[in-house]
């Protein structure tokens, strides 16, 4: 039988329900849970933006973050990709805008990131740096 857990937004009276097979330990729960709150108050602060042209770019915002994720977590790094690069371009930065950054990072990180603020030792393993994001290990 489908359990259900509602959360809703004092704010703006928004009510989320999310109903399904709940996973049975105490940690999943409390995670529904709060997904559920954050994902309540997050539309309502949304819905609750006065100027429309606003509260579509909120909504666009929250739609590219929550396929980020699910593509993060579904380790779909090409989807990952497409979805930064559509991000960079809505913020009107080229592709070869986005090339020379992203050689610069990798040229800084195997620096040893000293010069980029809150990256030193970042993705920096044993052998060099890694991670989803780290360039091919050179041959």
């Given amino acids: 039988m489908p359990e259900q857990y509602a959360a809703s937004d004092k704010r703006t009276g928004l009510e989320v329900t999310v109903t399904g097979e709940f996973p049975p330990h105490h940690d999943d729960r409390i995670r529904i849970a709060r997904t559920t709150q954050l994902f309540t108050r997050l539309m309502s602060t949304i819905l609750a933006t006065e100027n429309e042209s606003q509260r579509r770019e909120r909504f666009l915002a929250v739609e590219t973050q929550l396929e980020m994720a ?70």
């Fill in 70 to 139: 699910d593509a993060l977590i579904q380790e779909d790094m090409a989807e990952v990709q497409r979805l930064m690069r559509t991000t960079l371009e809505r913020m009107g930065i080229t592709p070869d805008q986005m090339d020379s950054m992203a050689k610069e990072i990798l040229e800084r990180l195997r620096d040893g990131g000293e010069d980029l603020p809150g990256f030193s030792g970042l993705g920096q393993g044993p052998g060099g740096p890694s991670g989803p994001f780290s360039p091919p290990p050179a041959n």
